[in-house]
């Protein structure tokens, strides 16, 4: 009875060391030549509510309204290019003028630029 209970309860220590001492198996990826496709929703342009730091003929520096930490600095896309002509010809923007910019967020080109610049003096 005594070597009974000195078999089992060896038995046991070593099952549970046996488990704990398992080594963690990593995946193992098979090249079974299928690829995975991952639709990607189109990037969609966002406006930007923005004050005026700086604008010219080649860029326009801006710091964003909800947040004044972030400024931004934007080249003009052919048709902003357009539109940022007319205003500069007007006198363009002064710093302080708000505008909103259509842009695609990780990108720095303005697409269009939409505000009344104000009365330069």
Not at 39 to 46: D, L, M, N, S, W
Not at 49 to 61: F, G, P, Q, S
């Amino acid at each position: 009875m005594k070597n009974f209970k000195f078999i089992v309860v060896a038995l046991f220590c070593a099952a549970t060391l046996g488990a704990a001492a398992a080594p963690a198996r990593a995946q193992i990826a098979t090249d079974s030549g299928v690829s995975v496709v991952v639709k990607q929703k189109p990037a969609k342009a966002v406006w930007l509510k923005a004050e005026v730091i700086h604008a010219d003929r080649r860029t326009l520096i801006v710091r964003e309204v909800d947040n004044s930490m972030e400024i931004h600095t934007f080249t003009y896309s052919v048709k902003a290019q357009d539109k940022i002509n007319q205003v500069l010809d007007e006198g363009g923007y002064q710093r302080g003028d708000l505008v909103k910019v259509l842009w695609f967020p990780g990108s720095s080109e303005a697409l269009k630029i939409k505000g009344r610049p104000s009365k330069s003096s």
